[in-house]
């Protein structure tokens, strides 16, 4: 296996880029290309390309490309020849591990047997339950609880709520092309080609034309609650304070503090006012732990006033909770 080294930061928003977490000791990771690389030998893990996600100026959650040789549309990496990969992180979680995390306030069985991004980031306290489709890059901000979902590449802010059997981010297809099949931009899906061309294998070696919408990012806002069953299509944006209907079909952005329900999803009502909305953005209350906060929760505009005028004040001050990555989620890790 590929070792790398930690990779280290501070995180103060859960959507501006989440690259590393503190303090759990020094370790190393397996980090292993997608099958589907077959990486030309004596060729660095590095100059195949590494994993990056979309240009800052598109996502700020999202790194730069790291290394040369390869191209990436939202975190679907293309090598000079077509071939499609990810660098991932293994993550088998040995008995006892998930539950001394759990008692730092990191609840993910989601991820306890697992193959991520190594970018995907965790900030403390939060639960995660369901699984990741394999190499998903997932960064989630802290007081979020998570069901039972199944993620492709998400960012995910604060107090989120996702019920069970929902799906976010799922793989898209190409509708306009010969083909809906992934087998089109990604021929060696489940190494078939070995199969296939094993004879023949130059059938293979044309450039394939790059299917840049496979795998966009889905970001979710701040205190988003999905209810059972949701589908949130790859690539959109739900905006903070939204709620998704149970079995609502997500295809368009969601506005914030909308309420949508539906098939396809549409519009049911906002959750406050125009001068409420307007005064929670301003604030920013999910910088904040609530838990901190001397307020009414129930009266959304008085509370936030009480924020703003605290913090203010200077008597509360940001939550900054401990963010784990991948590699660091992988330390205890068998061989």
């Given at each position: ?174 509708v306009d092309w010969l083909t809906s099949s992934r087998i089109s931009h990604v021929p060696d899906m489940h190494k078939w080609n070995q199969i296939l061309s094993r004879d023949h294998p130059e059938r293979m070696k044309f450039r394939r ?127």
């Amino acid at each position: 296996m590929l070792h790398a080294s930690r990779i280290r930061g501070t995180q103060t928003d859960p959507l501006q880029v989440m690259r590393g977490g503190r303090g759990l000791g020094k370790s190393l990771f397996h980090a292993a290309a997608a099958s589907e690389a077959r990486r030309p030998p004596g060729t660095p893990l590095r100059e195949q390309g590494g994993v990056a996600g979309l240009a800052p100026s598109t996502h700020p959650g999202m790194l730069p490309l790291a290394g040369t040789g390869a191209q990436c549309y939202h975190l679907n990496c293309i090598r000079a020849d077509g071939i499609r990969f990810v660098t991932t992180i293994n993550i088998k979680m040995p008995p006892g591990r998930l539950e001394q995390l759990a008692a730092t306030g990191f609840k993910l069985p989601a991820v306890s047997n697992a193959s991520i991004s190594e970018h995907s980031t965790f900030e403390a306290p939060l639960f995660i339950s369901g699984s990741a489709i394999y190499g998903s890059r997932l960064n989630f901000g802290a007081f979020n609880s998570v069901a039972g979902a199944r993620f492709g590449n998400t960012t995910m802010g604060r107090y989120c709520s996702i019920g069970e059997q929902v799906a976010i981010g799922q793989h898209e297809h190409p509708v306009d092309w010969l083909t809906s099949s992934r087998i089109s931009h990604v021929p060696d899906m489940h190494k078939w080609n070995q199969i296939l061309s094993r004879d023949h294998p130059e059938r293979m070696k044309f450039r394939r034309t790059p299917f840049t919408s496979s795998n966009p990012v889905t970001v979710l806002g701040n205190d988003v609650w999905i209810g059972y069953g949701a589908y949130i299509r790859a690539g959109v944006k739900i905006g903070n304070g939204a709620i998704i209907a149970a079995r609502a079909v997500v295809t368009k952005d969601v506005a914030p503090y909308s309420i949508v329900g539906g098939s396809p999803a549409r519009l049911i009502r906002m959750r406050f006012p125009d001068s409420t909305i307007e005064l929670l953005e301003r604030v920013r209350w999910w910088q904040y732990c609530v838990l901190d906060v001397q307020a009414d929760l129930s009266d959304p505009y008085a509370a936030a006033q009480i924020i703003a005028e605290a913090a203010d004040a200077g008597t509360l001050k940001p939550y900054q909770g401990q963010v784990m990555t991948a590699e660091q989620l992988a330390e205890a890790s068998p061989e």
